[in-house]
Nanobody, 122 residues
Framework: QVQLVESGGGLVQAGGSLRLSCTAS????????MGWYRQAPGKQRELVAS???????NYADSVKGRFTISRDDAKNTVYLQMNSLRPEDTAVYYC????????????????WGQGTQVTVSS
């Protein structure tokens, strides 16, 4: 089994910063893409940022220049540094990993974390 566990969410004032972490554990063979998504009340889940195994990154226009995604493959962990936070960044943030397992090393599976709440007050 594979688990993704997020941490680092919380309440912060506008203009502040938070750093989210997501660690994958279990019978992992290789992790390909990792990413962060968010879902605000009444809205669809949206991509915030993603990073490939080669380190290429992609960001939603709304967070470019403010958020930075990175990963530590030795720790099976992806990070999201969020600066200059705005009230509209308030949402539940989820991490996603596309990976292969030791039982099925040639197949790719998608796993999600349980989500962590980020609340930005004005």
């Amino acid at each position: 089994q594979v688990q993704l566990v997020e941490s680092g969410g919380g309440l912060v004032q506008a203009g502040g910063s938070l750093r989210l972490s997501c660690t994958a554990s279990g019978s992992i063979s290789r992790i390909n893409d990792m990413g962060w998504y968010r879902q605000a009340p009444g809205k669809q889940r949206e991509l915030v940022a993603s990073i490939t195994s080669g380190g290429s990154t992609n960001y939603a226009d709304s967070v470019k220049g403010r958020f930075t995604i990175s990963r530590d493959d030795a720790k099976n962990t992806v990070y999201l540094q969020m600066n200059s936070l705005r009230p509209e960044d308030t949402a539940v943030y989820y991490c996603k990993a596309v990976l292969s397992t030791t039982n099925f090393p040639l197949h790719l599976f998608q796993y999600w974390g349980q989500g962590t709440q980020v609340t930005v007050s004005s």
